[in-house]
């Protein structure tokens, strides 16, 4: 089910100023030079208005520009997933210990860890990462113009982060992921596996994140 936003579904005349202010001075290049990194694939989904309106209060215009023009599902041959933030605000959130709509699922990799916009002010922001094998949040980049302009785009970044020299091993052997599946680890990170492929399993995205919360409970 998808998460409820707090907030009416409908703007007043100021607001939609507003919008149509941010997207004139929207950088589409941010977009562009992302999407040539990660090809889009072809089994895309687009938002929906309560969504677009959600993004349009929340979010810059830039990614509300990746969601129209491409949508939702696997880029770079599913190497990244470009998300409907309704599908992964639970998990987040449950991480976080709270529900804060200023935290906003942006991305998933293959392996199931989020990348989340947050919005910090009206003027600052960053992203942010919840890696869920290690257990640990970083920021990638103080601002969504530094994390689609640089970050996410570095080939050290894809190998370092995104696993790309393993995932390429677990398309291999496991299969292509279906839109809500992850690859993941058995026994998890935290019980002794290995980031080796004899150690790589994939199922529901969602499922895992929840399950290693739960592991580091214990």
Not at 25 to 43: H, S
Not at 77 to 84: A, E, M, S
Not at 102 to 108: D, G, Q, S, Y
Not at 120 to 138: F, M, P, T
Request: proline residues 3%; hydrophobic residues 40%.
């Amino acid at each position: 089910m998808h998460a409820k936003f707090p907030y009416s579904s409908h703007f007043c005349k100021f607001a939609l100023f507003g919008i149509i202010e941010r997207n004139a001075n929207m950088n589409k290049d941010l977009i562009d030079n992302f999407v040539k990194v990660y090809t889009p694939g072809t089994e895309l989904t687009k938002p929906d208005k309560n969504l677009m309106e959600f993004a349009d209060k929340m979010l810059p215009s830039e990614i509300g520009y990746l969601w129209q023009e491409y949508g939702f599902g696997d880029y770079g041959d599913g190497l990244i997933k470009v998300v409907d933030p309704r599908d992964y605000m639970h998990s987040l959130y449950s991480w976080l210990g709270t529900q804060d709509f200023k935290k906003i699922p942006i991305l998933v990799s293959a392996f199931g860890d989020i990348f989340y916009f947050r919005k910090l002010d009206e003027e600052e922001n960053d992203v942010s990462l919840l890696n869920i094998h290690y257990r640990k949040i970083e920021v990638c980049a103080y601002s969504y113009e530094e994390f689609f302009k640089s970050f996410i785009i570095d080939t050290k970044i894809q190998e370092d982060i995104l696993r790309k020299s393993l995932y390429d091993q677990a398309i291999a052997k496991l299969g292509i992921l279906k839109h809500n599946e992850a690859f993941f680890f058995v026994p998890a990170l935290v019980l002794g596996g290995r980031e080796e492929i004899k150690y790589m399993s994939k199922g529901d995205a969602n499922t895992h994140q929840h399950l290693l919360l739960q592991i580091g409970r214990q």
